[in-house]
Nanobody
Framework: QVQLVESGGGLVQAGGSLRLSCAAS??????MGWFRQAPGKEREFVAA???????YYANSVKGRFTISRDNAKNTVYLQMNSLKLEDTAVYYC????????????????WGQGTQVTVSS
């Protein structure tokens, strides 16, 4: 059974930084991603990374967020810099073995989420 455990969320002022981590148990996955969901909004793609570390970003975070992974630790990271108020959301990691995707429906396994709150 796959377990994904996120950590690193919290409260930060606008312009600040946070680093999220997600450890996957069970096995290694080809593709790992981060999504987020703000209150009253649909879950949206943030970033994804393949086994070979090819990366993909939503336009809204490009240049500010960096996704990375440590395959030996089955862990994916999301370094978030220059945080904005609109980055406030619950952040979820997700994994899959089919083609890397920005679609929620393409990911079967999800973490429990970690809250990121950006204050002014």
């Amino acid at each position: 059974q796959v377990q994904l455990v996120e950590s690193g969320g919290g409260l930060v002022q606008a312009g600040g930084s946070l680093r999220l981590s997600c450890a996957a148990s069970g096995r290694t996955f080809r593709n790992m991603g981060w999504f987020r969901q703000a209150p009253g909004k649909e879950r949206e793609f943030v970033a994804a990374i393949t086994w070979s570390s090819s990366t993909y970003y939503a336009n809204s975070v490009k240049g500010r967020f960096t996704i990375s992974r440590d395959n030996a630790k089955n862990t994916v990271y999301l370094q978030m810099n220059s945080l904005k108020l609109e980055d406030t959301a619950v952040y979820y990691c997700a994994v899959q073995d089919t083609g890397v995707s920005d679609l929620v429906s393409q990911y079967r396994d999800w973490g429990q989420g970690t809250q990121v709150t950006v204050s002014s």
